[in-house]
């Protein structure tokens, strides 16, 4: 799969240090200059350390400052279309259906690159173990919650998810050991998450993360972090944008599962089936 390097730059940037922000913004002001410099002329150029510009490459997904400098090159010698949104007030609707679309595949390239597949085995196996799941999401994120209930109650799971923040806390509270609690968060700072998440913990349950930032309470509080990528605009905000990574990480999750727990999900997905046949007139 392609890298696309100033799109990784642009998605992480919110994430970044100063030092590594300065890094950033010299890379996407300048791109051309990148790729005839060594790392030796950038940091002296920036004024910071090789050790910032090493650690900035690694921010975004590459082995070291070549590797970065190749798939710079490559994207700056051949342009890619620019695929994030850009919408302007005169676009007409088939212009701004166009950029939406991209701009959500966009999201969804630069939150598979961000991936930890370490993380995702340690989040399956969590789930695989537990006897019972709960999905938990204040706000926007109470509807991809609700999505991950609806998916894996049918596979058989004991899953629960509610809408009201105030459910959410009596529900974490019963949880214990054995139980898993699953927060999303895009932000990772909602305070009503944070507390749903900090009762969930005191009862014992272990915690899976679903949020856009590393260095958020949320990352931090959780057994197991899942990261989304994406692009704040003039028309939608960076949150509202990450639902689609944050839709196919669930997926991701939920697949994993069904493969790893293939008979039984099955006969789950059957009776509910059969659940819905008997009750249409």
């Known amino acids: 799969m392609t890298q696309n390097c100033l799109g990784k730059i642009r998605s992480h940037y919110a994430r970044f240090s100063e030092k590594e922000k300065q ?12 790729i005839h410099s060594t790392i030796n002329e950038l940091a002296d150029d920036l004024n910071v350390a090789e050790a910032t510009v090493f650690r900035f490459c690694k921010r975004i997904g590459f082995k070291g400052y070549q590797a970065m400098k190749i798939a710079l090159a490559s994207e700056v010698m051949a342009p890619i279309t620019q695929i994030h949104e850009e919408i302007k007030e005169d676009d007409n609707e088939k212009t701004v259906a166009e950029k939406i679309f991209k701009s959500n595949i966009q999201t969804l390239e630069n939150t598979l690159q961000m991936l930890d597949y370490d993380s995702i085995q340690k989040a399956v196996h969590l789930l695989l173990k537990a006897n019972r799941v709960e999905f938990y999401g204040t706000g926007g994120s109470s509807v991809i ?10 596979a058989g799971i004991k899953a629960f998810s509610f809408t009201d923040s105030h459910f959410q806390i009596m529900s974490a509270s019963q949880l214990g050991p054995d139980d898993v609690a699953v927060v999303i968060s895009h932000s990772g700072t909602n305070k009503d998450t944070i507390n749903i998440l900090n009762v969930a913990k005191k009862a014992g349950a272990k915690a899976i993360g679903i949020t856009g930032f590393p260095k958020s309470p949320i990352s931090q509080k959780v057994d197991v972090a899942l990261f989304t990528s994406s692009e704040e ?6 949150a509202l944008a990450s639902r689609i990574g944050q839709l196919s990480l669930i997926d ?8 790893l727990n293939k008979e039984e999900a099955q006969k789950s997905l059957e009776r509910v089936r059969e659940a819905i046949s008997e009750t249409r007139i």
Do not use: C, G, Q, W
């Not at 991701?252 to 493969?259: Q, R």
């Open 145 to 154: 919650a609700m999505d991950a209930y609806h998916k894996f109650v049918r």
């Open 23 to 34: 890094v950033a913004d010299f890379i996407l002001k300048n791109p051309e200059s990148i």
């Open 233 to 238: 605009t003039e028309y939608r905000s960076e």
């Open 252 to 259: 991701a999750l939920y697949v994993n599962m069904m493969i």
